[in-house]
Each structure stands twice: as C-alpha cells, then as structure tokens.
C-alpha cells in the first residue's frame, strides 16, 4: 500500500524559505504525475505545484516564481522548495499524485509565516 509523509512544514517569518519533502513508500509512483496541494481551513484544497514523469514542472499563480517542485525518483522523494513566503502561504501541505488519489492523502506539513 503505497503511503506518502511529508515534511518539512515550520514557523518562518515573511520573506523566508522552506524546503518541504514527501518521501514515498509502499509503492512506485515515479510513473505518475506527482504534485504539492495545501489547505487552509474553511478553504477547498489547492493545487501548488506538479511536476510530470518526466520532470516537467507547473505552478499555480501564486506558486510561480516562489517556489520550485522537484523530484528524486531515485530516493521516491517529493520536494517544494519555498522561497519569497508571505502570511497567505501559511496553510497544511500535502503531497499526492497529479492528479490526486483521494486515499492517498497523508497528515501533511504546516507551514506557518508569520508577518
């Protein structure tokens, strides 16, 4: 059974930077599209960032620019590197394949910056 756990999430002030990481096991999904979402609660969850089999990546609006998704087929690690944060990227993070699989969901990471 394939589980995916994040890490990575902490306290950061405005401006600074995190790298977030989704190590994957149970499973290989390295042929399938792997993404970063979050959610703010109240909020739907979003997309912020995927990137295909082949490695081609694609951001959000808010994700552009900011941060930058990779991944490491070889270790079946995710990473979302986040540079520039502000307060409304303060949210739960999670990892999923792209398109998401409903019970793949894991606890995900917060990330919390501060103003």
């Known amino acids: 059974q394939v589980q995916l756990v994040e890490s990575g999430g902490g306290l950061v002030r405005a401006g600074g930077s995190l790298r977030l990481s989704c190590v994957t096991s149970g499973g290989d999904v390295a042929i399938t599209g792997m993404g970063w979402y979050r959610q703010v609660p109240g909020k739907a969850r979003e997309l912020v960032a995927r990137?295909?089999?082949?490695?081609?990546?694609y951001y959000s609006d808010f994700a552009e620019g900011r941060f930058t998704i990779s991944r490491d087929k070889a270790r079946n690690t995710l990473y979302l590197e986040m540079d520039s944060l502000k307060s409304e990227d303060t949210a739960a993070y999670y990892c999923?394949?792209?398109?998401?699989?409903?019970?793949?969901w894991g606890r995900g990471t917060q990330v919390t910056v501060s103003s």
């Open positions: 999923n394949t792209a398109p998401h699989i409903s019970y793949l």
């Open positions: 990137v295909t089999t082949g490695g081609s990546p």
